[in-house]
C-alpha cells in the first residue's frame, strides 16, 4: 500500500530554509527582519501583549475605576491594592501574559484590587493631592473593604502613587492598612541624582526673587498654566530616562528575529506613547512642592492648609528602589525607612530602572517571590476546614 506523507506548511518552509545556500539563508533572514521591522513600525497594534488577564469592576469613584482580579488559590484574608500613579495606563500591572505583577500576586494567593484612574484630561486641571489622598483612595478603599469581606487591606504604590498611599497612610492613619509597599518614590527629593540636583540649584536661585518665589511655593499658579497633556508627559518620560529608551531600541535592531522581542518592545512602547494628562494641581504639589520644595526629606508636607508627618505612619512598611532609577534613586527613596514610626521596616534594591522594577524579566525573577514572601509572612493566612 502507498502512504503519502504531506509536511505542515510551516515544515516545509524550514526544509526550504535548511535546502538554502549560506547566501540565500541571509537573504531570507534580512527579508524577515525587515518584514518584523514594517510589522512593528506600520502595524504595532497587533504585536501588543498587555492587559489580558480578566478583571471585574466592582466599584467606581467619579472618573475612577476599581477593577477586582480574583485569586484561583486565596490563602490570605488581606486583598493586595495596587494604587496606579497618574499618566500612565494599566497595562504596566498586566504587562505579558507570562510576566505580569497581578497574575503573579493572584496565582500566589491574594485577591487583587487596582485602582484606574481612567483618562483624566484638561477638564481635571484642578485635581490635586488632597483630592486623592482625602477623597478619592479613601472612597475606593472603603468599597475594596466591602467588597472582599476584609477589615484589613495591603496597599502598594509605586512611583507618584508611592507618594499618594504614603501620604494617604500618614494623613488619614487608618488602623485598615495592614502592610504598606512604597517602592520607586521621592522622599528625598536632591539625592536623586542629576535630576535632584536640577531641582536643588533651581530652588536656590527662585529663592532669590521673593515675588517668584512666593508665587511657586504657595500654589499661586492657575492649574491651567501647569496642566501637562499626555504626549508631552510621555516625551517627559523618555527624556528623563535616556539611557534606557536608547538601549530599547537598541535591543530591537539587534534582535529583529526574534518575536518575544518584537512582541516585548511593542507592548512596553505602546504602554509609553500612550500616556495621559497630568492636572495642574498634580504638578504643583509634585514637581513644585515634592521635587523643588523637597519637604518630605524631613518627613513633613504642607498641602493646602494640611500638615502631613510620617511619623504617623505606624504599619509594616516594604521600602523599594531600583538599582539603576535614573528617575528615582535609591538614595531619594530609603529615607522613608527613617521617617516612619513603624517597627517593622524593610529596605531592598530592586533589579531594573524606574520602569524596569516594575516590569523587567529581572525584577520578576529576583523581586517579585521576595515581595511575595514579605508580603505572606505579614498577611492572614485563611485556614480552610477539611472535610
Known sequence: M?????????????????????????????????????????????????????????????????????????????????????????AIYDLYPYRSLIKHFQHSGFDVYLIDWGRLNYAHRHLNFMYFINAAIP??????????????????????????VMLYTAYRQPQIVKNLMVLGSPVDSYASGRIGQLFKRSNQLISRNHKLKQALHQGSIPPHFIHTPGIINALGFKILDPKGWLDSQ??????????????????????????????????????LNVWLQNPLKNGIIRLKD??????????????????????????????????????????????????????????????WPKLTRWLEQRSTKIHKETA
Not at 539563508?25 to 524577515?32: H, I, L, P, V
Not at 511593542?266 to 504639589?285: C, E, H, K, R, V
Not at 502631613?308 to 528615582?328: P, T, W
Open 250 to 287: 537598541r535591543q530591537l535592531f539587534l534582535n529583529l528575529h526574534d518575536p518575544q522581542v518584537l512582541h516585548e518592545h511593542a507592548t512596553l512602547g505602546s504602554f509609553l506613547n500612550n500616556m495621559i494628562d497630568y492636572p495642574g494641581g498634580i504638578n504643583q504639589d509634585m514637581v
Open 2 to 90: 502507498e502512504i503519502s506523507l504531506r509536511l505542515h506548511p510551516t515544515q516545509r518552509h524550514d526544509k526550504q530554509i535548511e535546502a538554502m545556500n549560506p547566501v540565500q539563508k541571509k537573504f531570507a533572514d534580512q527579508r524577515k527582519k525587515l518584514k518584523n521591522l514594517s510589522t512593528r513600525l506600520f502595524n504595532s497594534k497587533t504585536l501588543v501583549l498587555s492587559q489580558t488577564t480578566p478583571y471585574e469592576i466592582i466599584g467606581e469613584y467619579e472618573h475612577a475605576q476599581i477593577r477586582y482580579y480574583a485569586s484561583p488559590n486565596k490563602a490570605y484574608q488581606e486583598p493586595l491594592v495596587f494604587v496606579a500613579p497618574l499618566a500612565i495606563n494599566m
Open 139 to 164: 472612597h475606593c478603599i472603603e468599597q475594596i473593604r466591602q467588597h472582599s469581606h476584609s477589615e484589613q487591606i495591603s496597599l502598594h504604590g509605586w512611583s507618584m502613587a508611592g507618594v499618594f
Open 306 to 367: 494640611e500638615h502631613i508627618e510620617l511619623k504617623n505612619i505606624r504599619c509594616s512598611l516594604f521600602v523599594g528602589a531600583g538599582q539603576s532609577d535614573q528617575i528615582v534613586t535609591a538614595a531619594a527613596a530609603q529615607p522613608l525607612s527613617q521617617l516612619t514610626s513603624s517597627t517593622d521596616v524593610t529596605f531592598t534594591l530592586i533589579p531594573g530602572g524606574h520602569l524596569g522594577l516594575m516590569s523587567s524579566q529581572k525584577s520578576a525573577n529576583e523581586f
